[in-house]
């Protein structure tokens, strides 16, 4: 059996999207900057990707930005802002656990830039201090961003009340959200929530890689990190990567439809799964359990065991999961996420994600704890203490 449980760091794409990404690639391959018919094929393809994620976030297509991925966007967010509004003040703020798409940009504009960027904490769940944003916040603030689902640890931010405490505190703080891992997952509303940036990637939905978008509210102030020949008003220069956008728009229409069982049956799963691997000595599952978690991540502690270990082992047996956020490089670091929760220090090494899908089973579930409970004690018997 073959069971895929990597579907935080990507996902497969829906049949559907994929013949719909072959037919603009081969058929309707026009530049949509071209005046002629194949060219307004193309774009209308654009057009409707647009309206089509537009409609689903409540908010109006021209705030739709398409992009390369979620790491651009957060940097189009970013630096894109800060550079816009500094006249205002010099000072961002962020969450000690974010995306590196976040957190390098940050440091560069800390580094580079002269921006003032303050880090806040997070609890043992990876709850970010609503006390520490308050206090944190000061005339000089610019730009706050707080993701709304953590990639390692499945952990959904109170991102409805950080706003309000920002909005209250001065209204024109721009609020950007990562929604990587959210988008798809819950239904979220920027302009009823006060968000001004909102993140998506593609190959998180069932979509394609190598396309994302970055929701802009029309009122935001920003500047263009990427300059060429003026695609998307200036805001995103470069031939727009058609069968992409194409793919993303009908990837959030698919993942949108019956939601709400999707994500009843997965969390019916996770919690199967938290359950049983809980029976195993010595494991701990990071950061939250019930609703405040996404349906779709679980990440769990095996102590004793290197995860680079665990993961190969599970991979022998047709299973694949990943350490850490699998969305930096292959390279395997100690998990910034586990420190900034307080994870104990045998957990920090030896813990992997297994992130869940809509095509996820009970028997692909059943199957992987099966062979957790035959391949941990076995590893752990032959680990040097």
Known sequence: ????????????????????????????????????????????????????????????????????????????????????????????????????????????????????????????????????????????????????????????QPVQEAVKIVKNYKPSILFHTDAVQGYGKYRIYPKRMGIDMLTASGHKIHGPKGVGFLYVDSRVKIRPVIFGGGQQKDMRSGTENVPGIAGIGLASKMIYQDLEMKNALMRELKLHFIEEISRIDHTKVHGLTDEGSAPHIVSVGIAGIRSEVLLHALEDKGIYVSSGSACASNHPAVSGVLKGIGAPREYLDATLRFSMSEFTTKEEIDYTLETLYNVIPMLRKYTRH
């Open 1 to 156: 059996m073959e069971v895929y449980l990597d579907n935080s760091a990507t996902t497969m794409c829906y049949p559907e999207v994929g013949e719909l990404v072959y037919k603009v690639m081969c058929q309707d391959y026009g530049n949509p900057s071209s005046m002629h018919r194949k060219g307004v094929q193309a774009e209308h393809y654009i057009r409707d990707a647009k309206e089509t994620i537009a409609r689903l976030l409540k908010v109006a297509g021209k705030e739709i930005i398409f992009t390369s991925g979620g790491t651009e966007s957060d940097n189009l967010a970013l630096i894109g802002c800060a550079r816009a509004n500094r006249r205002n003040g010099n000072h961002l703020i962020t969450t000690s656990i974010e995306h590196p798409a976040i957190l390098n940009t940050m440091r560069y504009l800390e580094e580079e830039e002269g921006f003032r960027v303050t880090y806040l904490p997070v609890d043992e769940y990876g709850r970010v201090s609503l006390e520490a944003l308050r206090e944190a916040l000061c005339p000089e603030t610019i730009l706050v961003s707080i993701m709304y689902v953590n990639n390692e640890v499945g952990t959904v």
